[in-house]
């Protein structure tokens, strides 16, 4: 018995090491982009399995939504791809092709999967998951006769993960703040950190980055969930030191530096979701009514007539390029670029200027060359126009300039002129007696207000909300800021300092080229954190390592001077100098647990340009204000209204996949041409015998179709039974040796 346990770890191992190889081939040194990189790792996947082969790609659920954020249907297809099939639906047997499946790890996936290599739905089975499949679940692929006998390729690809944006990744998984500031979710929270923690790991595993680990401990902890990014940080350490020991050749040489990891959560900033913020792209997702899914919609009219039935959802993405050049732009400086560009566009396309002599023939032809690009680049100026337009007719109509007034000094703790602001209260009780400022925003201010002041008596909370005329619920939003570490309430006699913020007072600016807007004076906790952290000054007792013996002094020198291959082999640092825009950049991974704000995505990109660096935003789903202040008031509602995935009942493959597949059309037509062709026979005696019952039919069949004890045999292989149900000794004698001809129970030769 030792013995086999043995064999079966040493399979295990050799099958683990096996799984990641053929991805580490790819050069991850030379991506930046990680939409790119997920592509490439995909497709690359696609083309290697079953090479020359005409195949069918396998899809579920959760790996579609991954894939087509990621890669076009139309590239899938060329690559001897004949079609993209879904996992959970119907499907015809198909035993002369191959299969490729792309597969999440859940144990209903493996369901399915089971069902299709029981039923021999293909020819052979080349198996892909998304990331690594649990211990349980690989014990089942290992014992099934099925599974060994058709599945040629079993691979891990590391990328259970949503890239948003080229440096900006989700887990798509809103559910993850309240199971992890949810009083009520303790019990959830182990194994919900197990599964972030493999996430993170994944993120790493795909860059080819072995980092250092940091993470933030906050100076006075007053939550229980202070000690959530240390406990999350020993976790993802666990996992990377595990996949290193069982991957040699993880981390793949490289010129880069050594990554870093850091590791922080919500609570290290609570005025980042609440501050309304002006870059084009944090402003839209606050105003408009866009439609936020897999992917990003906004309803607008493309032409001036909207009568015209030419409104309609238009994708934002990464494939327009003008949204992705300008959506970190502050809207002031926007509206000016979209126009200047919409002339120079207009300026590159003269052919479709007003002419002379618009019906020259030259004209036409030079029209109808430009026609398909100019009305693409047209749509898409109309399309950015009319949101910056649509933002401004908000930001005036909700009288948000004089909201942001308050907000900057609130948020900075100083006033334009970078001193301590006065008469904070008093311009607070004017704004929430405005009739033109709304509800979601007097809330706002109240909650900024209170953080400014690090809690307020409860007398005074009850008297601001009863003037901005909050409903009750609101209040409950106040209370629940109590779970993330906010100090809610003080009392008369309580004399404790204000808290200072985490890095410290902004400093006025040195020269009037850095001079800012006066609505945009407050950064992110997060863009202090990383420019501390790339200088070497970041302090290690609010951030500290989770290897302080080995790591800290890395990350003292500023994670400058240290490559991939410190980790084989140290070399002298001392002669290098800064380095150069030519040479690899050092990749920096920020993860955010309970949701990041597309402010602190913007503070990254700059940093990352600013530093020459490569910072990259992971998180569990994106936060706009409304959906953050949803969240925080739903962490005092009963768990069960929640409707958290963790507790809903496990998915299981659909039944269809177990049932016996009616005979196709060759066969029906087989027998039908056996009867007609068919002698009559004199009945026989055991006729009279028979049982027409379907229970007594079935009684002997398994949920899938098949014989009890027996394989599902190959539709190919299905003979035709005669008329009669029994058969005479050596007509059973005969169809023996004809199964046994024909390997019947798949047996190999």
């Known amino acids: 018995m030792g013995g086999s346990r043995d064999g079966l770890k040493r399979r295990t191992r050799s099958l683990k090491i096996a799984l990641v190889a053929g991805l580490l081939e790819i050069p991850f040194q030379s991506y930046r982009n990680y939409g790119d990189l997920c592509n490439r790792v995909i497709l690359e996947a696609v083309r290697s399995t079953a090479r020359g082969e005409w195949k069918v790609v396998v899809l579920d659920a959760g790996s579609k939504r991954l894939v087509d954020g990621v890669v076009k249907e139309d590239d899938i297809l060329k690559e001897n791809v004949t079609n993209i099939e879904q996992i959970e639906d119907?499907?015809?047997?198909?035993?002369?092709?191959?299969?490729?499946?792309?597969?999440?790890?859940?144990?209903?996936?493996?369901?399915?999967?089971?069902?299709?290599?029981?039923?021999?739905?293909?020819?052979?089975?080349?198996?892909?998951?998304?990331?690594?499949?649990?211990?349980?679940?690989?014990?089942?692929?290992?014992?099934?006769?099925?599974?060994?006998?058709?599945?040629?390729?079993?691979?891990?690809?590391?990328?259970?993960?949503?890239?948003?944006?080229?440096?900006?990744?989700?887990?798509?998984?809103?559910?993850?703040?309240?199971?992890?500031?949810?009083?009520?979710?303790?019990?959830?929270?182990?194994?919900?950190?197990?599964?972030?923690?493999?996430?993170?790991?994944?993120?790493?595993?795909?860059?080819?980055?072995?980092?250092?680990?940091?993470?933030?401990?906050?100076?006075?902890?007053?939550?229980?969930?202070?000690?959530?990014?240390?406990?999350?940080?020993?976790?993802?350490?666990?996992?990377?030191?595990?996949?290193?020991?069982?991957?040699?050749?993880?981390?793949?040489?490289?010129?880069?530096?050594?990554?870093?990891?850091?590791?922080?959560?919500?609570?290290?900033?609570?005025?980042?979701?609440?501050?309304?913020?002006?870059?084009?792209?944090?402003?839209?997702?606050?105003?408009?009514?866009?439609?936020?899914?897999?992917?990003?919609?906004?309803?607008?009219?493309?032409?001036?007539?909207?009568?015209?039935?030419?409104?309609?959802?238009?994708?934002?993405?990464?494939?327009?390029?003008?949204?992705?050049?300008n959506r970190h732009l502050h809207m002031k400086d926007l509206l000016e670029k979209l126009a200047s560009e919409f002339q120079a566009f207009k300026a590159k396309n003269p052919q479709f200027a007003e002419s002379d002599n618009p019906s020259s023939l030259n004209n036409i032809k030079d029209m109808l060359a430009g026609l398909p690009q100019f009305q693409e680049g047209k749509e898409a100026f109309s399309l950015h126009l009319n949101m910056a337009s649509d933002s401004m007719n908000v930001f005036q109509k909700r009288r948000l300039a004089d909201i942001a007034s308050v907000e900057q000094s609130l948020a900075t703790g100083l006033d334009e002129d970078y001193k301590k602001p006065k008469n904070l209260a008093d311009q607070i009780v004017r704004l929430l007696d405005d009739s033109d400022i709304t509800f979601p925003d007097r809330l706002r201010l109240v909650i900024q207000y209170l953080l400014y002041r690090d809690g307020l008596l409860l007398s005074d909370t009850q008297k601001l909300l009863a003037h901005a005329q909050l409903p009750a619920q609101d209040g409950e939003v106040i209370h629940n800021l109590g779970l993330l570490g906010a100090n809610v309430s003080r009392s008369i006699k309580d004399t404790r300092p204000v808290a200072q913020p985490p890095f410290g007072r902004k400093q006025a600016p040195q020269s009037p080229s850095e001079e800012e807007s006066g609505l945009s004076r407050y950064e992110p906790a997060i863009k202090p954190m990383l420019e501390e952290h790339i200088r070497g000054t970041l302090d290690q007792s609010t951030f500290p390592f989770t290897k302080p013996h080995l790591d800290a002094a890395e990350g003292l020198l500023g994670q400058e001077n240290v490559s991939q291959a410190s980790l084989r082999s140290a070399k002298p640092t001392w002669a290098r100098t800064r380095p150069s825009a030519l040479e690899?950049?050092?990749?920096?991974?920020?993860?955010?647990?309970?949701?990041?704000?597309?402010?602190?995505?913007?503070?990254?990109?700059?940093?990352?340009?600013?530093?020459?660096?490569?910072?990259?935003?992971?998180?569990?789903?994106?936060?706009?204000?409304?959906?953050?202040?949803?969240?925080?008031?739903?962490?005092?509602?009963?768990?069960?209204?929640?409707?958290?995935?963790?507790?809903?009942?496990?998915?299981?493959?659909?039944?269809?996949?177990?049932?016996?597949?009616?005979?196709?059309?060759?066969?029906?037509?087989?027998?039908?041409?056996?009867?007609?062709?068919?002698?009559?026979?004199?009945?026989?005696?055991?006729?009279?015998?028979?049982?027409?019952?379907?229970?007594?039919?079935?009684?002997?069949?398994?949920?899938?179709?098949?014989?009890?004890?027996?394989?599902?045999?190959?539709?190919?292989?299905?003979?035709?039974?005669?008329?009669?149900?029994?058969?005479?000794?050596?007509?059973?004698?005969?169809?023996?040796?004809?199964?046994?001809?024909?390997?019947?129970?798949?047996?190999?030769?």
Request: proline residues 8%; hydrophobic residues 35%.
């Open 90 to 325: 119907r499907r015809p047997m198909n035993q002369e092709m191959d299969a490729v499946y792309i597969l999440s790890p859940q144990p209903h996936i493996v369901d399915c999967l089971m069902a299709d290599l029981e039923r021999r739905r293909y020819r052979r089975s080349y198996i892909i998951w998304i990331s690594l499949l649990s211990p349980e679940q690989r014990l089942r692929l290992d014992h099934s006769a099925s599974a060994r006998e058709q599945i040629v390729l079993l691979r891990v690809l590391n990328v259970d993960f949503y890239p948003l944006e080229s440096h900006l990744i989700t887990f798509r998984d809103p559910w993850s703040f309240p199971t992890l500031f949810h009083p009520a979710c303790n019990q959830l929270v182990r194994k919900h950190m197990d599964g972030l923690a493999q996430k993170i790991v994944s993120v790493c595993v795909s860059l080819g980055e072995y980092p250092t680990i940091r993470y933030h401990s906050p100076r006075n902890p007053a939550h229980e969930a202070s000690v959530l990014c240390s406990h999350l940080a020993r976790f993802v350490q666990l996992e990377l030191d595990q996949y290193a020991k069982f991957h040699e050749d993880f981390p793949p040489p490289s010129p880069r530096p050594r990554g870093a990891l850091i590791i922080t959560d919500r609570s290290m900033d609570l005025f980042a979701p609440v501050v309304h913020e002006f870059t084009y792209q944090a402003m839209i997702h606050d105003l408009l009514p866009l439609v936020e899914g897999d992917k990003v919609y906004y309803k607008t009219a493309l032409t001036q007539n909207e009568t015209s039935g030419n409104v309609k959802d238009v994708e934002i993405g990464e494939k327009d390029s003008i949204w992705v050049k």
């Open 584 to 749: 690899p950049r050092q990749r920096i991974i920020v993860f955010m647990a309970g949701g990041a704000t597309y402010s602190e995505s913007r503070a990254c990109y700059e940093v990352s340009q600013l530093c020459n660096k490569d910072v990259f935003l992971a998180t569990s789903h994106m936060l706009t204000p409304s959906l953050y202040l949803r969240q925080v008031g739903d962490l005092s509602v009963d768990k069960r209204r929640l409707d958290l995935p963790a507790e809903r009942p496990r998915p299981q493959a659909p039944a269809h996949l177990f049932e016996r597949e009616p005979p196709t059309a060759p066969q029906a037509h087989a027998k039908q041409q056996s009867t007609i062709f068919q002698q009559p026979q004199a009945p026989v005696a055991s006729m009279g015998t028979m049982n027409f019952s379907s229970n007594h039919a079935n009684a002997n069949m398994s949920s899938n179709g098949a014989i009890k004890g027996h394989p599902l045999p190959p539709a190919s292989l299905i003979a035709v039974q005669p008329a009669s149900s029994k058969l005479s000794k050596r007509e059973k004698e005969k169809d023996s040796e004809k199964k046994k001809k024909l390997h019947f129970f798949g047996s190999r030769k």
